[in-house]
């Protein structure tokens, strides 16, 4: 009789094991990108800054950025002089209205007057290249900052 209800227990307990759901996995992001998605537009920025933006020439690509990562001019990447590495901010050309939002990696500029050096591509998505130092918006939201 023992080993009969031991045998009924684990039946019953393999039909549960068998009944239990997993939580699929989130899905993958359809397009992988140095920079999270972007924030509900009812959400207010925790940093903002105006003023002139220039961008990173491509004898830089390659270089150690000052927190370590390679430098990519392909990349969305820009710097800053005291935002924390990693964080995610928001730049709008002032003159034209586009915006990209670029990963800080890097000290700068370190030329009087400017606020921040974007990555080539950065420069590109802006439509800066032209004319090289524009005016600009920075906008840091919570919402696009990794977790940390």
Do not use: W
Request: hydrophobic share 35%; proline share 8%; glycine share 10%.
């Amino acid at each position: 009789m023992n080993r009969l209800a031991a045998a009924t227990i684990l039946v019953a307990l393999a039909c549960l094991a068998g009944c239990a759901t997993q939580t699929p996995p989130p899905p993958a992001p359809s397009q992988p990108s140095e920079v999270p998605p972007p924030q509900t537009s009812a959400e207010k920025p925790f940093f903002t800054e105006t003023g002139l933006a220039s961008f990173y020439g491509a004898a830089q690509d390659g270089n150690t950025t000052a927190d370590g990562h390679k430098f990519r001019k392909s990349g969305f990447t820009a710097a800053h002089r005291t935002l924390a590495f990693g964080t995610v901010v928001r730049v709008t050309n002032t003159e034209n209205g586009r915006s990209v939002r670029v990963s800080i990696h890097d000290r700068g500029p370190h030329v009087e007057g400017r606020i921040i050096d974007l990555s080539d591509a950065a420069a590109r998505a802006l439509g800066m290249k032209k004319e090289g130092v524009v005016q600009v918006r920075l906008e840091a939201f919570q919402g696009d900052q990794a977790p940390g």
